[in-house]
């Protein structure tokens, strides 16, 4: 499956975007489906996923209560919402899928087995 993510940009401090990925090549439907996020210098952290059905999320601690994760099975897509961006947020912001059925959803990266390319969000102070 090909993941191409988009609607990184520059947002000051207490802001929102919204993070899309669109996914094609494959079933969509039965991936889980995550965001994860790298920031220069750091390695490659977990923020969100959701499950294959949309039934079960799962967030990073330091996005909780923030960011939202959902997804639309009859467009291939998945979204995160952000809001009340911190400049800690600016990463460049990867989604990612893995086969899900029968799998509970989780946050490791390994796990993961197509990735898209990133798109860059800067929080700015």
């Known amino acids: 499956v090909q993941l191409q993510a988009s609607g990184g940009g520059l947002v000051q401090a207490g802001g929102s975007l919204r993070l899309s990925c669109a996914a094609s090549?494959?079933?969509?439907?039965?991936?889980?489906m995550g965001w994860f996020r790298q920031a220069p210098g750091k390695e490659r952290e977990f923020v969100a996923a959701?499950?294959?059905?949309?039934?079960?999320?799962y967030y990073a601690d330091s996005v909780k209560g923030r960011f939202t994760i959902s997804r639309d099975n009859a467009k291939n897509m998945v979204y995160v919402q952000m809001n009340s961006l911190k400049p800690e947020d600016t990463a460049v912001y990867y989604c990612?899928?893995?086969?899900?059925?029968?799998?509970?959803?989780?946050?490791?990266?390994?796990?993961?087995?197509?990735w898209g390319q990133g798109t860059l969000v800067t929080v700015s102070s």
């Open positions: 990612a899928a893995r086969y899900g059925v029968y799998s509970e959803v989780t946050a490791t990266i390994a796990k993961y087995e197509y």
């Open positions: 090549g494959g079933t969509f439907s039965i991936y889980d």
């Open positions: 959701i499950s294959w059905s949309g039934s079960s999320l």
